[in-house]
């Protein structure tokens, strides 16, 4: 059911839902990375909206299909907090990115708060976000790095384990991005080989993986680890299309940043579906 | 008077202007496009300021040669109040780009009294921007996508005529942004085609558009409408020139993005002779 | 002691101890080019932080390697002194980007108290910058374009008795960037002739600079003057790679801007080595 095929197959046709439907999302997100997010939706088939002032932002979600919160946004953490509300009341997916949720007192707090009165359909950041939501305390050190922790084969059972586990404790679809990706909604666990290494050398990788998962989610509201799977999937093989790239041209990590936007406006259903891989983790 | 012709000579002559006088350009503008709106002034051979801040923003206005109200940064509306009435008193011509003005009510409480506060040289929107100044209601959906819009050849009266209606309530030369813009003083009317649906496809293209109209602004402050018509010709010359760019090499929105701003820098007074296409309408 | 071979030894091993210590750096930098700070930080192989709210700037200090302050963002000014102030405490070096310092009186009144308040490891301004630092009071216009304003060979005399002389009044190392640079720490006095014109075509090169001397700083904490210097020369040299490109490739300031990064990724000691180009100042 959850094997390899199985996503082969879903991500594709999800892909295609975002460029048929062009989903409306609206990203409560950082200014660090925010024309990043907006143009990656963009490449992707959606529309972007950036409405964030704390007057407007539950109003807005009325009007959207998808809702993005990343908590490097910390200074709208009020404004994330109204709208993930209004966005749960209406049925409009959410989508969390806990940026440095374990780094210091105000985002620990914060990302509490946020679990215990928002319900998020996917929770995606990198090792030590997710450790630190699952377990609750602080760990990391990278703010705005969100692909700097790497997972590693030794590092996998634990990973796949605390994306299970918060999973598991929030009803969300939960991804675990590293060097392999792990995402899980507490039933099925998902392991996503793909990316390089470049996309920790420019900002904004793991936030726009998130913001593509919004897109992914408000194309295809009813499935959030499908969702998950489709836009982590589509994320790595772009990462892999601008490396090529990149060693080909000797160009460095802006250039690839563009080239990885790129990516993701020239991809193709055929691309996505021979580049995947995926694998069904029994841990 | 106001043919073709007109504009064909027109054009040239006032980016020309902007490269001789270099204005200083202050741009209250959306943090997700406001590094673009900085290259592209740069790129034109102006010089931003983005001073926003309460404190300071009404100061900043008096070493300025024009001002850009970008409604996007609707976090700074108080200080974009400040700083247009204080550019009214100056004599510094103001441009205002009433992003997603009909979508929230805070825009629209605030759309409505910065045009009863300040007096405006060029407003330049999307159509459902300019209808919801136009008409005083909302409209529309995307908020950052600002050339989201499509002014078709059906719609293109009813565009041509709000765009005409918003300039006589106002007094200011109103530019409406689509797959053909139109732009008015209330007495003549002009529309341009060019660009290309790209365009449509980063965040940002209509900002620029708009922070470039305030560099053209601040070196010919005499002219709003001629101002408003040679920026988005220019801006229409240099999409098509992107957009011939990306069909060649194959590339995506990133990548337009940063050729765009390019073909500003590059943009030559015989391109801009050559490539701007207008028509005088009688509607 | 400081003549050119001096500086040509130590700025690439002061480059290699960025790549091998991969420091983490915080930056409270304004949001036009914040991104591009990211990006020139973890292109150089540093780690980025933009935590710069005022309820956690402070408590993010004491993680980092380095606090790079950009007067740019001058909404933040509060969280930028408590930061300061943290950093002294635990000795992580603080570098000081003095953005549009003499241009309002708020940039006035704050810079000036973040002079007395904080001690800053390095300085780094243009031309009307340092002196409105230098001499307490105004001038110059530009508020992001800090590369703006030309040092020629009639004003090297001055722009380089006014980097002594703030480097004397405040105990940091003092750079003043121009079409020649000056670096001084009240005793040595260093020129670096490097760059290309069109760095002030884009914003954020300024800014840049700054975060990468956060880098450098944040490798080699007990060298503020070698560290100055070392990312000055290294912004110098990929200036004219990127330079040789946009003349060779005939593009335009946005394709610059990524040249420029990726010419910080592809850095290598031997480029750094050959092409910087130092002098001894005795003024």
Redesign the interface.
Known sequence: MSGAEFWRDLAPEYLRAVRERAP?VQCIT???????C??VI??AGG?????H?L??AE??VA?VQALVLNL?A??DVQAMLLAGKRANALGIPVVLDPV?AG?????REWSRRLLSEVRFSVIRGNASEIKALAQGRGGG?????SA?DAVTAETLPQAAALTRALARRTGAAVVLSGAVDAASDGRRTVLLRGGCPTMA????SGCMLTALTGAFCGAVPGDPLGCAVAAAAAMGVCGERAEALRLQN??????F??????????LTEAQLREGGRYEAYEG
């Open positions: 409306l950082n200014f660090v990375t925010v024309n990043d907006a143009n963009l490449a529309s972007p909206t950036m409405a002032d007057r407007e109003e807005a009007g490097g910390i200074e440095a780094v210091t007192s105000l985002r050190s990278g703010v705005d790095v700097g050398r420019i900002t904004g000797g160009t460095g990590n802006a250039t940043r563009t080239d990885l936007i790129d990516a993701v406006f020239n």
